[in-house]
């Protein structure tokens, strides 16, 4: 005989609960599931939602079987997975808690999932406890004013500072504000810093799109980061549908292996090997660029700071499969630490920009 599930529901107006409880009938035998529980404990503020727009949701779950795990919702006009399409898990810790940083909307959704559940990328409404979900739980966003964005001017161009969380690098991380600044001589600076108990990092991101062209970063010596920092100058569209939208990097660390060398060229996926190019950055100031065509992106770097096509590059090469084609993305400049839970003495540094040039 079929089992059958039976479901009981309470909710509040910030934090919610549901609880499934099964039922399993087989001939004069039966047997009753102890009821997986779960619970909101930090539901982010409710907004309309966006790309730039991140914060951390966390919770707990009672009586959760082996492998399952969470899969948290915003809704914004539809039900959409959190944080990131292709990053859908939210691991339950020992002892029963669960924490992720989700894109911002007017309601928060937490699912109790067997590993085998593959979940929608949105949805209008919220799943049935069943076919792999054993418990769902909503609750509405906190009311609250919103805050205008901190807005930088670099070279001659506007940029929106980052203060939402992130898990670029595969880790969530804290985003501040106040590590990010110019200094006298217009020069960007970008910082890993504690605040309050806890460790931040440093984005911008460009108010505007630019398409092909080329792209030239001058960054100051990094030989001093230490080898978990990531200094990542990128292109990277939120309003795309795929896991890596238009993301060209460059990318400056060690990722924590001191053996590794210092710096890579990369066109999303990273792990397609034909898509990644590992080199030794050169010692001092460095200029970073690429050129993005239509079919190529050639990626280069020359010692000192370099106006326009770099003429002796210490380190090149050329993509030319794989290239995004321009849409909506916009140039990044992030310092983050890789895994930094896993060096907690490593995390304070720091890395100059001193300009970026686009030529169309």
């Known amino acids: 005989m079929k089992g059958l599930i039976h479901n009981s529901r309470v909710r509040s107006p910030f934090l919610g609960t549901v609880v499934a409880v099964c039922v399993l009938c087989g001939g004069c035998r039966s047997k009753i599931d102890r009821a997986a529980e779960v619970k909101i404990a930090r539901v982010p503020d409710a907004s309309p939602g966006g790309p730039e727009k991140l914060d951390y949701i966390e919770g707990t779950v009672t009586n959760a079987k082996a492998g399952q795990h969470i899969v948290l919702y915003a809704h914004s006009g539809v039900w959409w997975v959190q944080p990131f399409a292709d990053r859908t898990t939210t691991n339950v810790l020992p002892d029963g808690s669960w924490k992720n940083s989700t894109h911002l909307g007017t309601d928060y959704a937490a699912l109790l999932v067997d590993a085998e559940y593959v979940p929608p990328a949105k949805m209008e409404k919220l799943p049935s406890i069943g076919n792999g979900v054993w418990a769902v739980v909503s609750a509405a966003g906190k009311q609250g004013a919103p805050v205008a964005p901190k807005m930088i001017h670099f070279s001659d161009y506007d940029w929106t500072v980052r203060s939402a969380g992130s898990d670029r690098g595969g880790e969530s991380d804290a985003y501040d504000p106040a590590n990010v600044w110019t200094d006298e001589k217009g020069f960007l600076h970008l ?3 504690e605040r309050d108990g806890r460790w931040t990092c440093a984005e911008v991101s460009l108010t505007r799109s630019l398409g092909y062209g080329t792209y030239n970063f001058v960054v100051q010596d990094v030989a001093h980061l230490p080898p978990s920092a990531v200094v990542s100058l990128l292109t990277y569209d939120d309003a795309g549908t795929e ?19 210092s710096a890579q060229y990369v066109i999303q996926p990273y792990y397609v090997p034909e898509n990644l190019f590992r080199f030794e950055s050169p010692a001092g100031t ?46 990044r400049i992030i310092i983050y630490d890789f895994h930094h839970s896993q060096h907690p003495s490593q995390l304070r540094a720091e890395v100059v920009i001193e300009k970026f040039e686009y030529l169309p």
């Not at 896991?243 to 053996?259: M, Q």
């Not at 065509?293 to 280069?300: A, R």
């Open 191 to 193: 910082r890993t810093a």
């Open 243 to 261: 896991a890596f939208a238009n993301e060209i990097d460059i990318e400056l660390s060690r990722w924590g292996d001191r053996k590794l060398k």
């Open 286 to 331: 460095v200029t970073h660029s690429f050129h993005w065509e239509p079919g190529h992106v050639t990626f280069q770097s020359g010692i000192g700071s370099v106006q326009g096509p770099i003429a002796r590059p210490a380190a090149s090469h050329t993509f030319s499969s794989g290239v995004p084609v321009p849409a909506k993305e916009t140039v």
